[in-house]
């Protein structure tokens, strides 16, 4: 059980450890470990659940690294200005155009065989003008529009087939007091993905591609902002939209779960979502159908993203070993097997021809779409992302018309980027991310270290996907301080545990638990702060907590220790269930907390040895 404790006061706990050793990992065989492992950065914590674990399986000859990194290029470009950038990248919110600024540290891939399989109308939105290819693209996630169908049957409205249907269906509902559309307008991508996805006709017109090409164009160092001739009608579109089918202001506060409950209640008859809670839906016996996006021309078409575009770092053609290893990981991350592992076999769409995706049942009317190339890969750079947060929001207000909804929209891109932020740290010291086999890993202890005086704890332990990979020696901004941190929703919990609790903790984080996180190779261990831990590694991959000391004595059942816990909820309460203990939460996020003590002053504190694997 959880009980969420009071605010507390951030000033009170910038405590930094005064004292502690280096890690030893810098030897010989350190240096070894280094070479020999593969980084691999992950957009989201959520492919460490199965994805992840199944790369690791297929190549249990290759050390990899991976780390949960950053949804944003901003942030591996702020790793590669400082020369750490990552062997292999992986990002979801991605553009040509915001990924410009790495094009010359990323390996051409043009040539591969991974490349070559990728369908020619995919490939082309991740081809350079001068023919390299850096980045390629997984699976693609469907999203469109999805309608509860016994909803639909209980009042005798027709499914909509094209925009006029659609709008009658929404206004017929809200004459019976059902909302016709609903979305989760909080979101930055709800807004930018209605506001293309009204409009796929006319982006991919002529004249639409080669404004987007100029746009996405890396080598174009001019600010490009919107064209007059396609996206002055995209705005038209949208306040037409608006107005038909009853967007109100209220709903730019909606969120995911707000318009998940009303659509399985039956008080919304379409949402925007995706093909995968399409599936979900179907399971949970909410009989939801997907449909796509109808342009006003009568037109379907599906608005498409993949699950992650992938890149590696062109450093490594400089080694051969590491070069070979890389190239195993890459092809193994777009296999047949990986990408079924990844969509669970049944609610995405390959992009590859040696792939065979199985569709789900409940989303076989995209086969048609698929087979006519109606798929669309929204624009989505970072500036696409906020600016249609902001501008749509005004839209559904009613501060802006069709018209100066597209002049801000335009004015914003146009706008010159502020790339004088201030720096809040400065660090003279790097540590690497590298998890070694005597020591551990430098960078995740010294943030934990860090954190174990901000939360004034004797003991912190923190799962490996806590932080974002290596600490720099380098001048951060807030935004990067911040980034330090997974994006994910970090927490932390606080309780003075006896020896005998504090070892059963530590045992459940490194053996793992039911239905929390097992630890699937060395980098994912986790990292503990004031005392050490001793490691089996057993043939099959699995780990054995073997000896927790402290100051170089085995802890006793009835010592006491003040300790902190950094977890996701979803991973602790299964910790906390096994182990039949009650924690208090602490009310702010961890990034927050980290953030706080940075702008104050606070300084990182220098990593120790904390684990022995044997």
Known sequence: MIRTKGKRVIAALLAVLLAVSLLSGCGAAGKREDAE???????????????????????????IEFVVGNNDLDFYKFMNENGELPDIITCRRFSLHDAAALKDQLMDLSTTEVAGAVYESYIGNFTNPDGTVNWLPLCGVADGLVANRAVFEEYGIPLP?????????????????????????????????VLQGLSIPEITSMEGSMWRSAYEDPTNMEVTGLDDTVWPGVFERMEQFIKDVNIRPEDLELSYNPVIQMFTEGKAAVIRSGGSNTVAFQNMGVDAVFLP????????????????????????????????????????????????????????????????????????????????NHMYIRIASNDFFAVSKDVVSKMVQGEYDAKQAYEAFDAQLRKPKDGGAETVLTLEQGYSNIFHKKGGNESYSAMANTLRGVYDSDVLIAPSYSFTGSVMKADYTEKMVGNMIIPNPLEAWKREMSGAELREYIRCSVEGVKDGFTPFNRGSL?????????????????????????????????????????????????????????????????????????????????PENYITLK
């Open 526 to 606: 986790p990292a503990v702060s004031g005392l050490s831990i001793e490691v089996l590694e057993s043939e099959d991959g699995t780990y054995q907590l073997s000896h927790v000391r402290k100051d170089g004595k085995e802890i006793r059942d009835d010592d006491t220790f003040q300790v902190t816990c950094l977890n996701l909820a979803a991973y602790m309460n299964p910790i906390l269930s096994a182990m039949n203990l009650e924690i208090e939460k602490e009310e702010t996020r961890v990034k927050n907390t980290w953030t706080a003590y940075i702008l104050e002053g606070g300084q990182v504190a220098e």
């Open 37 to 63: 492992t593969i980084t691999v950065y992950l957009w989201s914590n959520d492919m460490l659940n199965s994805f992840a674990p199944y790369i690791q399986a297929q190549l249990p000859d290759v050390n």
């Open 161 to 193: 087939t094209d925009y006029d249907s659609l709008v009658a269906a929404c206004q017929a509902f809200e004459a019976e007091g059902i909302r016709g559309f609903v979305a989760d307008f909080a979101y930055d991508y709800t807004c930018m993905e």
């Open 293 to 372: 996006y109808f342009g006003q021309n009568g037109e379907q078409w599906v608005l498409s993203y993949p699950a992650f575009q992938v890149a590696l770092n062109k450093d490594l053609t400089q080694d051969k070993d590491r070069y070979e290893k890389a190239m195993r990981v890459l092809n193994v991350m777009l296999s047949e097997g990986s990408q079924n592992n990844l969509a669970n076999g049944e609610d995405v769409i390959s992009y590859s021809q040696n792939v065979n995706l199985k569709l789900s049942p409940y989303l076989e009317n995209l086969t048609p779409l698929i087979k006519q």
